[in-house]
């Protein structure tokens, strides 16, 4: 059994910032990749920020120069800072691992429960 939890979330003034945090724990053997989505009301569910393996992070365009995803291996978490936050940041935002449980499994995705960002104007 896997399980990804997030914390972090809250109220923020436009400008403010914050740090949403996603650990994994469970039956892990490898984590392939590590990222943030988040959905709006009435929008659909969008890629924030992945770390894919060793490789450079990915972001999307309307977060890039203000949001910056870490990853800690050793804890198997992810971390999402976000600064400058603009009313439009306003969302649910979801962490997503993609993992497997033994040498000979392919990935699964997992996702956590999510945590409210709200930026007020």
């Known amino acids: 059994q896997v399980q990804l939890v997030e914390s972090g979330g809250g109220l923020v003034q436009a400008g403010g910032s914050l740090r949403l945090s996603c650990a994994a724990s469970g039956s892990i053997f490898s984590i392939d990749a590590m990222g943030w989505y988040r959905q709006a009301p009435g929008k659909q569910r969008e890629l924030v920020a992945r770390?894919?393996?060793?490789?450079?992070?990915n972001y999307a365009d309307s977060v890039k120069g203000r949001f910056t995803i870490s990853r800690d291996n050793a804890k198997n978490t992810v971390y999402l800072h976000m600064n400058s936050l603009k009313p439009e940041d306003t969302a649910i935002y979801y962490c997503?691992?993609?993992?497997?449980?033994?040498?000979?499994?392919?990935?699964?995705?997992?996702w956590g429960q999510g945590t409210q960002v709200t930026v007020s104007s």
């Open positions: 770390i894919i393996g060793g490789g450079s992070p």
């Open positions: 997503k691992a993609d993992l497997r449980y033994s040498s000979m499994s392919y990935p699964r995705a997992y």
